[in-house]
Structures are given as structure tokens and as C-alpha cells.
């Protein structure tokens, strides 16, 4: 087992690279806005990429990360429940792409984001805690649907949630009365 010792910094969300084999991006949340670091793991001790410049967020407290390395420019998406807030920032240069807030799409509370994912297919599925809902944006930006809105008794409040591209599953942590819940779905758009 190796470690890394995070020397002043409070390591928040996680994701791997594909692209970049043995490449972990985390955030760090000490101070003021999060700033998106890589870590190179392929030695056996790993250490700050310093080849890479971190990525300043506008976010202050990064809750998930989610890297689409198959679109132009890549991506590295981050979302804060805390601020309401899901950005999108060009994996390479580091440059904020888009930014969601408020209401997309006409949901009725303030976003909420608890988690991100890739359909691999050209969307961004977002966890809604307050909304108790999906979300699917484009990798732009732009509000294309609501999924499973769970206003009504039964599945709760999404908190966090993965898709497996290869067998086209959606897995959904929901939490509702003090418990948490895994629910599996096929995600199908036709």
C-alpha cells in the first residue's frame, strides 16, 4: 500500500484519468476556491504531477468530480451542493468552460447538486438532492431533461451516482428517512 500525505491541504473529491493512466485529480479545499490537483500515482509513492498547473475553481467546496475525456476540448466537471453549483472546465488548459446555478430547467428549488456522471454518450447526469431528482445537460451546458423525479413518496432524495457505460446502467444512491438506498435503472432515451 503506498500514501500520500497531503502537506497543508484538505483533500476533498476524487477522480481518475483515463487518458492519463495512474493520474488521480483531487480537490483541495483549503483556502478560499477549490483548486482541482493531479496526482501522479504510477511510482510507488505518490506525488504532486507538478508538470500539471492546478485548476482553480470558482467553487469554494467541491462535493464530486467527474472526468469526459472523450469529448473536444476534454472535461473535468465539478459540483458543489453547498454553492448550488456544477462547473465545467477544459481538463487541459484549465479554463472554465460553463457554469450552472439557480433553477436550469425550471426546477422548482434551487439546484442542489450531490453528484456528476457521463453517459458517455454526449450528457452530464447530475444528482438533485433539494429537487429530488436527475438532471441531464449536455456536455455545453444545456438543460435537455428531468429524470426520475421523485417528488412523490417512494424513492427519496438522490445523493450520489455512477453509470456504466458498457451495460447502459444508472445506479442511484437515494437517501430517505435517515436511510440510504442503491436503485439501478437502464437509462434509455428513446
Known sequence: MHSYEAQGQTLGALCSSRSQPGTLIYADRTRGHSKLRFLDCTDSSPSIATERKPITTRQSLIHHICCIE?????????SSSYEGSVCAH????GDLLWHLSGRPGGIERYLS???VTSDGEGHLLVADYNNKCLLMFSLEGTHLYTLLNTQQPGLGAPSSLFYEQHSKILTVKYYQNREHT????RLSLQ
Open 182 to 185: 442503491l436503485h439501478r435503472f
Open 70 to 78: 472523450d469529448h473536444s476540448p476534454p472535461l473535468v466537471v465539478t
Open 90 to 93: 477544459d481538463l487541459d488548459s
Open 113 to 115: 447538486p450531490r453528484g
